[in-house]
Structure formats: C-alpha cells, structure tokens
T-cell receptor, first 118, second 111 residues
Framework: GAVVSQHPSWVICKSGTSVKIECRSL??????MFWYRQFPKQSLMLMATSNEGSKATYEQGVEKDKFLINHASLTLSTLTVTSAHPEDSSFYICSARDSGGASYNEQFFGPGTRLTVL | TQLLEQSPQFLSIQEGENLTVYCNSS?????LQWYRQEPGEGPVLLVTVVTGGEVKKLKRLTFQFGDARKDSSLHITAAQPGDTGLYLCAASGEYGNKLVFGAGTILRVKS
C-alpha cells in the first residue's frame, strides 16, 4: 500500500515551453500533497503544499505563477512549470499524505521527475 | 522556524562496519521519520517514531527517538553495499502538516 506515482519520470524540453508533471496516489486518498525540488546530493526543498479543492500554499521564494499547482481530486495533483528555463532544470518529487491513515504526518513519495530544460 | 540538524553529511565505510547517523533539533516534534533515497528515485519511508525514548528495529537498522522528542538516531550494524544511499530524517511539529527535513547523510559502503 501507500504507492505514489509520478509522470513523466523524465522530460527534456526547450526553453520557454511549459511542462506538466502528474502525481497520483494509487491506493489511498490524499487531501494534501506536497511538491519538492531536489538538487544533486542535497536534501529536499519544499516548494508548495497542494490542497484538494483549494489553492496551493507556496513556500517563500517560490513563484506561484511560475509553478502552477492543481489538486482537483483526492488522488491527483499536477505541477506545471510555465515558460521553463534552464535554471528550472531539477529533480521534482511529489509526496502524499494518507487522509485515512495515522496522524503521524507520514508522507509517501513518488519516484520523481527529472526535468531538463535546454 | 524549526530546524533539523543531521550529521554526518558524508560517510564512506567498509562493508561490515557499524555507523550511526544523528538528527538533532532544539524543537519538540510530534513524530519523526527516516527515509532512504537512491539516485534518481524518490525517498522511501523506513520508519516513523512517535513516542519519546522509542526504539524501533528494522533488520540491521535501529532507530531511536530521544526522550524529549528533539532528536533521533539511526544505527546500522554490519553495513552492506546495498545500504548505500542518501538517508534523510524528517519531522513535523505539533500543529503543522509540513515536514522539516535534515540536510541528509550520503552513505557509501564499500565492498
């Protein structure tokens, strides 16, 4: 149980284009999902908290118009990197909390998406 | 702002050796998780500790939560090359649903 998928696993795009990344909880419902960014050999940096049916909460320094988040259902959140530039190249990881699980704030992570912007 | 200090940052050891990774804070946490991550993949949850003084074992891995719920340790006995990876501690406070992550420990076990 507690499986989270991400799609695509990797994407290469040209500068100026937009890229959408999907995060799905496969066997549980998640009212809250999280989007992280990770640089090589570093820890995870929280970008935003995605709340089902409401607006996402962004961390300080993260542009909400640049990183659009939609959480339209209890099993799907999407992150769209708009007008991507080379500096947006990174490993993006989502996680989800099991709404029906224990209240220990356990997060289950997707396998990540490697974004390369040329 | 709650901070979680993780040490050491890097660890390179021979197969069969023991090691301990530490996670410390001045804040009290309601729960703490340990994750392991391999390159190009997402973190995988190893354990959650909730009670002060709690000790949990997962095969050769022993996890401990401090009595005051401000610190935790991960001890690996007889490390194997398959233990190689990035180990992350993460914790949440009493009222937040966000996780605070440590900086991570890159472990390399040489055969």
């Amino acid at each position: 149980g507690a499986v989270v998928s991400q799609h695509p696993s990797w994407v290469i795009c040209k500068s100026g284009t937009s890229v959408k990344i999907e995060c799905r909880s496969l066997d549980f419902q998640a009212t809250t999902m999280f989007w992280y960014r990770q640089f090589p050999k570093q820890s995870l940096m929280l970008m935003a908290t995605s709340n089902e049916g409401s607006k996402a909460t962004y961390e300080q320094g993260v542009e909400k118009d640049k990183f659009l988040i939609n959480h339209a259902s209890l099993t799907l959140s999407t992150l769209t990197v708009t007008s991507a530039h080379p500096e947006d190249s990174s490993f993006y990881i989502c996680s989800a909390r099991d709404s029906g699980g224990a209240s220990y704030n356990e997060q289950f992570f997707g396998p990540g998406t490697r974004l390369t912007v040329l | 702002t709650q901070l979680l200090e993780q040490s050491p940052q890097f660890l390179s050891i021979q197969e069969g050796e023991n090691l301990t990774v530490y996670c410390n804070s001045s804040s009290v946490f309601s729960s703490l998780q340990w994750y392991r991550q391999e390159p190009g993949e997402g973190p995988v949850l190893l354990v959650t500790v909730v009670t002060g003084g709690e000790v949990k074992k997962l095969k050769r891995l022993t996890f401990q939560f401090g009595d005051a719920r401000k610190d935790s340790s991960l001890h690996i006995t007889a490390a194997q090359p398959g233990d190689t990876g990035l180990y992350l501690c993460a914790a949440s406070g009493e009222y937040g649903n966000k996780l605070v992550f440590g900086a991570g420990t890159i472990l390399r076990v040489k055969s």
